[in-house]
């Protein structure tokens, strides 16, 4: 096998917070730089400021976007030998060209297609012909959970690769081997604040137990309406921190006891692993799979209404052993899905499509 390294085009922006665009950026930090030559996308109005990596190049588009964007997809198509292209962006065109020019493409479907995202995806694409058309334009397209495999193909018949590619978490960012719990006080949620994403279901959760503090982290067009509803509902035990960077929110993470994501509709939730190597379990919501990684009463909770979720605080209440447990088994979970780990899967993967 030759030892030419193989060029690799992460096709996302690298220096913006989308999860999409995240995901690329540990790609690019994690990628073996002896095995791999990496291309990546910045933008001029981006909210992260993107450090130099090693064996990393970055095409920075200019404004106007709309123009910059298709010569950023065109360096990196002529530069790289495979192209991933997670964000779908501009796919006929992109198609086109490694078409053209003889690349290798691969992409991930990183969510259920249920009927909210499905409209939003649609609105965005023109038509369902067209949503579902973006995801054939590839030599190869993978889930990221089995779930996702399952259920998209079920109801929208889009075939993806036998195997998940998952994704993974930087674990030392939060790791907290020394995390010792001794009651449940504190419980926390991360996330857009949105009715959607089962905000109003942790607010139910402040009101039944007014013993525990509850903390929001994150932001979100509905921030006032539910700043309303806390005042209303007299819920003197919720605080909002709104959006955090990752060291302030280590830092209260040090503090928590319980995670609450529930939200019903999600692909591979990174915010579970993050809190879950603070040694924070979560209690989550069984509509998209995650059984698949977190076994229940072990390191995690899995639930599937707001009754539910009560009764899991209410026992963990009673028995903070089982909190315990849980804590120390989250911190197991997490470092299974490292980027160190995870990315070797990526890289066979690559690795085979090139040579394919």
């Known amino acids: 096998m030759s030892s030419q390294k193989i060029k690799i085009f992460l096709g996302a922006y690298l220096n913006s917070t989308n999860a999409q665009n995240l995901n690329a950026l540990a790609l690019a930090h994690h990628l073996d730089k002896s095995r791999f030559k990496v291309f990546g996308l910045s933008l001029y109005s981006g909210n992260l400021k993107l450090e130099p990596i090693k064996g990393v190049s970055i095409f920075r588009c200019f404004n106007p976007l709309r123009i910059s964007k298709y010569l950023g997809y065109l360096w990196g198509i002529l530069n790289c030998d495979v192209a991933y292209l997670p964000k779908r962006e501009l796919v006929s065109w992109t198609s086109f060209w490694l078409r053209l020019l003889h690349k290798k493409s691969f992409s991930t479907v990183e969510g259920i297609l249920d009927e909210k995202n499905l409209e939003s995806a649609i609105q965005t694409r023109g038509s369902y012909d067209n949503v579902i058309r973006s995801f054939q334009m590839f030599d190869r397209l993978y889930s990221i959970t089995k779930f996702l495999k399952t259920y998209n193909q079920l109801e929208h018949h889009i075939t993806t690769e036998s195997k998940p590619l998952y994704l993974g978490t930087n674990t030392k960012t939060f790791l907290n081997t020394e995390k010792q719990i001794t009651k449940l006080s504190n419980v926390i949620y991360i996330g857009r604040l949105l009715e959607r994403k089962g905000v109003y279901d942790v607010l139910d959760a402040a009101k039944a137990f007014p013993e525990l503090q509850f903390h929001l982290v994150g932001d979100g067009q509905e921030r006032e309406a539910i700043k309303k509803h806390i005042t209303q509902e007299q819920l003197a035990n919720v605080k909002l921190h709104g959006i955090i960077d990752h060291s302030v929110l280590n830092e209260l993470l040090k503090t928590i006891d319980l995670h609450v994501l529930p939200s019903r509709?999600?692909?591979?939730?990174?915010?579970?692993?993050?809190?879950?190597?603070?040694?924070?379990?979560?209690?989550?919501?069984?509509?998209?799979?995650?059984?698949?990684?977190?076994?229940?009463?072990?390191?995690?909770?899995?639930?599937?209404?707001?009754?539910?979720?009560?009764?899991?605080?209410?026992?963990?209440?009673?028995?903070?052993?089982?909190?315990?447990?849980?804590?120390?088994?989250?911190?197991?979970?997490?470092?299974?899905?490292?980027?160190?780990?995870?990315?070797?899967?990526?890289?066979?993967?690559?690795?085979?499509?090139?040579?394919?």
């Open 265 to 356: 509709s999600e692909g591979f939730p990174k915010v579970i692993l993050e809190t879950a190597a603070a040694g924070v379990p979560s209690i989550v919501y069984n509509d998209y799979g995650a059984s698949e990684w977190i076994s229940h009463l072990e390191n995690g909770f899995v639930v599937q209404s707001p009754t539910e979720i009560g009764n899991t605080i209410q026992s963990l209440l009673e028995q903070p052993e089982l909190l315990q447990l849980n804590s120390k088994n989250a911190i197991a979970l997490a470092k299974q899905f490292d980027w160190n780990i995870v990315i070797k899967q990526w890289e066979q993967e690559i690795s085979n499509l090139y040579h394919s």
